[in-house]
């Protein structure tokens, strides 16, 4: 297949140019290539559906040097798939700087950051956090001349289009990121990765020194009917919990329950259908947790845990609707504005306090 023509006379100079562009070209090419048909290549783990679909779109994203927005719940990764872009990139060997709104929070941040990338990649984590000037200065770095311009990519819990709309965010800044946009799905949207996760775990422990375990098919069930509301972060933190407390080489369904009933799984308000109400929801999801533990009862202090379990999200919404304000968000709750501080505090909910652009 050809590559390029050249005129008559040939041109040396132009000759060898053209060539090492043709080289280039299929080298890139092939790694792409090999990527999607070697997704063990990267450093992800899955194999279902979901995650091959994710290959897919990260090995397209290698080797462009179009800005990428990466979507997804907490935990799921967003920052190991921003990684693997820049890893396999044609910047590989140049910086990775991952960028936070303090770093932008005065007028000298964009150039100590564009300092630190030297043409590599830049990572703006949580992009709808930063306020209206951090965003500014942030269109003026992705518009900045020169050879040396970073990649830019960037992550969000939720979609940056709700925040647009909502006047959030500038629009200027959301079509600079919206080039290419990864989506991450979330641990229970695939559930059959969950075993070869553990096992990955697992085998990283045991090169830290612990000893080689494994689950029993009744403990492995029970990690997969668990709902994983934060994702594959929950999943290994619990994983190495498991493995400081297991007794033996194969580690039983008891001592995962043992773990897995201080985390009681998050009940979400809405229901399944139907004008199913709050309370009917909440004890559909308090029995399907009941029935994790088969036989035996949960562990002590379930009053105590499930308050705070359903604390978290409440106060977590609460704060989102009214925008971080706290006098608003305690008005609404119906609660003193000193218990919510300490109840923010207590839970380690991250306030972001927003305001609308003009």
């Not at 080289?23 to 792409?32: F, G, I, V």
């Not at 305690?330 to 609308?356: P, S």
Request: charged letters at 30%.
């Amino acid at each position: 297949e050809a590559y390029d023509y050249l005129p008559k006379p040939f041109d040396l100079p132009d000759l060898m140019k053209r060539t090492a562009r043709a080289l280039d070209s299929r080298s890139r090419a092939a790694q792409q290539a090999e990527a999607e048909d070697k997704p063990d290549e990267l450093p992800l783990i899955g194999r279902t559906a979901a995650m091959q679909g994710l290959y897919r779109v990260v090995a397209r994203l290698m080797n462009t040097d179009l800005p990428v927005l990466i979507t997804g719940e907490s935990g799921t990764g967003k920052s190991v798939i921003a990684r693997a872009i820049h890893d396999f990139s044609d910047r590989r060997t140049l910086p990775f700087v991952t960028v936070t709104p303090a770093d932008l929070a005065d007028l000298e941040g964009p150039s100590k950051v564009m300092a630190r990338a030297k043409g590599g990649t830049v990572v703006l984590d949580e992009v709808g956090d930063l306020d209206t000037a951090a965003q500014a200065r942030v269109v003026r770095m992705m518009d900045a001349p020169g050879d040396h311009v970073p990649r830019f990519m960037a992550t969000s819990l939720g979609r940056l289009a709700d925040r647009l709309e909502a006047g959030e965010l500038r629009e200027d800044l959301y079509y600079r990121l919206s080039g290419a946009v990864v989506e991450v799905p979330a641990l229970r949207s695939r559930v059959d990765d969950i075993p070869l996760l553990i096992e990955h775990f697992m085998a990283r422990a045991e090169r830290d020194g612990q000893p080689a375990r494994h689950l029993s098919n009744d403990a492995m069930e029970l990690m997969r009917a668990y709902s994983w509301p934060g994702n594959v972060r929950q999943l290994e933190n619990m994983v190495q919990r498991i493995g400081l407390t297991a007794r033996g080489v194969e580690i039983t369904r008891g001592e995962v329950e043992a773990v897995i009933g201080n985390q009681p799984e998050a009940a979400p308000v809405v229901g399944t259908g139907g004008g199913e109400s709050l309370s009917d929801s909440v004890a559909r999801h308090l029995r399907r947790y009941f029935d994790l533990h088969g036989t035996q009862l949960p562990p002590p202090g379930l009053y105590a845990r499930i308050l705070k379990e359903l604390e978290l999200p409440l106060i977590e919404i609460a704060l989102d609707a009214t925008s971080g304000n706290q006098a608003k968000c305690a008005d609404l709750l119906g609660i003193n504005r000193n218990t919510l501080r300490k109840k923010i505090t207590d839970l380690d909910i991250r306030v972001t306090r927003r305001r609308k652009l003009m």
